[in-house]
């Protein structure tokens, strides 16, 4: 079983940054696909960004495309969001999703694509 907890979250002015962390333990997913998703108020959850098991391919979505960058640290068993020049529609709780099985889930964008979640760490940005 793996499990993922998120950290980093907090309450930002807009323009500001924060940098989120994921934590897994239970399994060492340096095979696995790595994801940030995100879910504002009232909205359905959205995916932000993803990084390969190798390590050197990523892929975010166009909302957030040139001020957040998603990295992994292997030996750490970590993943991790860098969100730069924040705005107070990137508001949500940021979740980690890993999907079921290695090499699997490169290229998808969809919540059902995923399979472990951690509970999520709030990001606020006022303006």
């Known amino acids: 079983q793996v499990q993922l907890v998120e950290s980093g979250g907090g309450l930002v002015q807009s323009g500001g940054s924060l940098r989120l962390v994921c934590e897994a333990s239970g399994r060492t997913l340096s095979s696995y696909v790595m994801a940030w998703f995100r879910q504002a108020p009232g909205k359905e959850r959205e995916f932000v960004a993803a990084?390969?098991?190798?390590?050197?391919?990523?892929y975010v979505a166009d909302s957030v495309m040139g001020r957040f960058t998603i990295s992994r640290d292997n030996a750490r068993n970590t993943v991790y969001l860098q969100m730069n020049s924040l705005n107070a529609e990137d508001t949500a709780v940021y979740y980690c999703?890993?999907?079921?099985?290695?090499?699997?889930?490169?290229?998808?964008?969809?919540?059902?694509?995923?399979?472990?979640w951690g509970r999520g760490t709030q990001v606020t940005v006022s303006s």
């Open positions: 990084i390969s098991w190798s390590v050197s391919s990523t």
């Open positions: 999703a890993v999907p079921l099985r290695p090499f699997t889930g490169w290229g998808r964008n969809s919540v059902d694509d995923f399979h472990y």
